[in-house]
């Protein structure tokens, strides 16, 4: 035990000597610029005006317990929180999706899902509440139907008392809009999961105010990793912004081959499968009377590149998860950094200048851009047990 | 992200084509020429973010000061051979003013603005370059 504790007590000596002795890289104004951009955290809290229980306590709180209810489902054993999980920063540790069966893709983060504005890995959801009705829906997932949603909500007393606290009105006969309705507490839920504040934050905003001394604390390894990332390796071009994405699409030559002769045509189906939906942003379900969100929509525009693009994922909090990308094909961290290193010229479908080109990093540089990948993780605040709907 | 949009064409003063309707307003704007047309547009909101859609306000006239028309906008980014994901839609305002609404810049870098004007039977694209940082 008291070998232990010295063991601890030089240890934790040796990291003091080691933070000391560390110091700040030479930073360009426009490098400092260029990191500035991807602050301040966290963000002013997400608003939709397409939903009129976001940022509301009550949606906000009926939502909480409705992404947690597992008699949303067929069988009334899987929830949202089955595949979304709180201890696994909203996900689940698989690399592809187990629903029903198993599904194609990996079940994506939920962290920082208010601010985005197309949903799914092919952006097929316009709105974080249509995202949120497929898989009630869809049968390889909860496969919950059509009336099931309406049903629990008039069945269930504390369900309908927190409805009624969210909604103005008790639940009423309209099953599809009682679908809806849930779909938009359980947004409204969902926009509260903010990341918290990492290593990365702590330095950028030293940075940029010119605090020398704290921003030297951030470790160096970190701090030639997000040289390259701002700089020479050029992934802010699409992991830009305090989210570290665009938002937007991209390819970066992930195969995607889901079965011997069949492909995930990303970005291209989604863009099918958005215009299809009664429950996207140009239909009645949109509380938004001005119409000033349904601009993308509109004007999104389906083109033959946009096949097997995925959307460009956040990157914080994404040492604390994986496997990676949309299939979950890449295992860790450092995969992801081989494949951006080594991916082959003739998987990226481009005629200009490549967006992704193979970077043939050395040993060294991987593994700072590890270092700076890790340093957006954080240890999130223990969510508390959600107050009783209607005590 | 704020960004902004940084300006490589020429800005010129209106009042030596006093019939032409170049002031959008707020004084603020951008002008692009060939040997036919003058036009004008402003971006709305002003400052162009990666991923927000925008609109451009745009006037157009021939040389002369004679009337034209805008007939398309759009956007691409030339190193990289790519457009946008979205198509802009022309609503004229008369006057020879007009807006396009739905651009969006999906990638910082240079992007290249493309508009189609027309005047009785001629044609012609005139082009604006913005680099998003």
Request: net charge neutral.
């Amino acid at each position: 035990m008291i070998r232990l504790l010295l063991l601890l007590v030089s240890l934790l000596a040796a990291g003091a000597v080691g933070v000391r002795a560390q110091h700040l890289l030479d930073w360009s104004p426009e490098e400092i610029k260029a990191v500035g951009q991807h602050g301040p955290w966290p963000p002013p809290p997400a608003r939709d005006p397409s939903n009129k229980v976001s940022d509301t306590a009550a949606g906000i709180a009926l939502g909480e317990y409705l992404f947690n209810e597992p008699r949303l489902s067929g069988d009334g054993r899987m929830s949202c929180a089955t595949c979304h999980q709180a201890g696994r920063e909203w996900s689940d540790g698989l690399a592809k999706a187990r629903g029903a069966v198993e599904l194609d893709r990996r079940t994506p983060s939920l962290w920082n899902i208010g601010y985005l504005h197309w949903f799914g890995w092919d952006g097929a959801g316009d709105s974080l509440w249509a995202q949120s009705i497929r898989p009630l829906l869809d049968p390889r997932e909860m496969n919950g139907g059509p009336t099931r949603a309406g049903e629990l909500l008039r069945s269930d007393a504390a369900l309908a008392c927190g409805y009624e606290r969210a909604f103005g009105n008790t639940p009423g006969t309209d099953d599809e809009r009682l679908l809806v309705d849930t779909a938009k507490a359980l947004a409204a839920f969902q926009a509260t999961l903010v990341s918290p504040r990492t290593p990365f934050d702590d330095f950028r905003d030293a940075l940029v105010a010119g605090d020398r001394e704290s921003a030297s604390r951030y470790p160096l390894a970190a701090q030639r990793g997000l040289k390259l990332f701002v700089g020479e390796a050029n992934c802010s071009l699409c992991h830009l912004g305090p989210r570290f994405t665009s938002g937007e699409f991209g390819d970066i030559g992930i195969p995607f081959f889901v079965r011997p002769g069949e492909v995930d045509p990303g970005r291209h189906g989604g863009l099918v499968r958005l215009a299809a939906s009664p429950f996207n942003l140009l239909g009645k379900y949109n509380d938004d009377a001005s119409g000033n969100n349904t601009r993308r929509t509109r004007h999104v525009q389906r083109q033959h590149t946009n096949f097997g693009e995925f959307r460009v994922p956040g990157l914080r909090q994404v040492g604390r998860g994986g496997p990676y990308m949309h299939n979950g094909s890449l295992a860790t961290l450092e995969d992801v950094i081989r494949h951006y290193s080594e991916v082959s010229p003739d998987r990226l479908h481009s005629d200009g200048i490549p967006l992704v080109r193979p970077l043939g990093l050395t040993a060294g540089q991987g593994a700072d851009l590890v270092a700076f990948l890790r340093s957006l993780d954080a240890e999130p605040v223990a969510r508390p047990s959600p107050a009783p709907l209607c005590p | 992200m704020r960004l902004a949009a940084a300006l490589l064409g020429v800005f010129l003063a209106p009042p030596a084509w006093a019939d032409c309707p170049l002031d959008l307003g707020r004084g603020t704007g951008w002008v692009v020429f060939s040997d036919q047309y003058l036009m004008a547009f402003r971006p709305d909101p002003l400052r162009i973010e990666v991923g927000e859609p925008f609109a451009l306000a745009v006037s157009v006239c021939t040389r002369r000061g004679g009337p034209a028309e805008l007939l398309a906008v759009d956007a691409n980014m030339p190193e990289h051979r790519h457009g946008m994901n979205y198509r802009a839609a022309i609503v004229a305002k008369g006057d020879g003013r007009f807006r396009a609404e739905g651009l969006l810049f999906h990638m910082p870098g240079r992007w290249e603005i493309t508009f189609d004007v027309r005047a009785g039977d001629d044609s012609e694209r005139l082009t604006h370059d913005i680099i998003l940082k």
